[in-house]
């Protein structure tokens, strides 16, 4: 074999092995997240219904609503319709500043592919709203249908949330609000 013959395979070689080390072992998430300067939730009433949202720039709009005679409702609004992910893993997680605290797992929901992906109610909507209420962050992960498909990950931050909450439950004391499902929702 050439002189030049063996430079080029080690070269090739050298392309390879360096090329598998720089690989991932899996694939990062996609990261969405308003930053502190620009986090905000906004309070929405009328006479019939109540929503604190926060908007989550390049993903969308999550939010709590109360609705006359219904339970509180988690929302998740996207401005397309998810359909490359499965479900959803939700999880508190302590804020930057708050080095001693301890995130928790609060659940795994399936997500529907709609514009409208994730719509929860009951208890793990009062501890939602209670985590943030605490300062906590809500941390939601997208597992995705594909295992070759980008993992996504949602954080909704508590920053500015307690300006908000003043309003927020002034609205809801003015709803009249359900602890069970109406019997509407029910199908036989």
């Given amino acids: 074999m050439s002189r030049s013959r063996i430079r080029h395979c080690w070269f090739i070689a050298l392309g390879l092995g360096l090329g598998m080390q720089a690989a991932p072992a ?70 930057p500043w708050q ?35 605490q300062g906590h962050f809500t941390r939601l992960d997208w597992q995705p249908v594909q295992s070759a498909a980008e993992p996504l990950a949602v954080t909704v931050s508590a920053v500015r949330l307690r300006q908000a909450l003043p309003a927020f439950q002034r609205c809801l004391a003015g709803v009249m609000q359900l602890d069970f499902m109406p019997i509407g929702e029910y199908s036989v």
């Avoid at 300067?37 to 604190?52: H, I, N, P």
């Fill in 26 to 95: 899996q694939i990062p998430a996609q990261h969405y997240q308003a930053d502190f300067e620009t986090a905000d939730w906004q309070v929405q009433a009328d006479g019939r219904a109540c929503a604190l949202s926060h908007e989550v720039p390049g993903f969308g709009t999550v939010r709590f609503v109360q609705r006359w005679a219904e339970p509180l409702r988690f929302q998740v609004q996207v401005p397309m319709a998810v359909t490359d992910y499965a479900a959803v893993t939700i999880r508190s997680t302590p804020a």
């Fill in 99 to 133: 080095h001693h605290a301890q995130g928790r797992d609060i659940g795994r929901v399936q997500v529907a592919g709609t514009m409208q992906p994730l719509d929860l109610r009951g208890a793990m909507v009062r501890t939602l709203l209670h985590e943030l209420e």
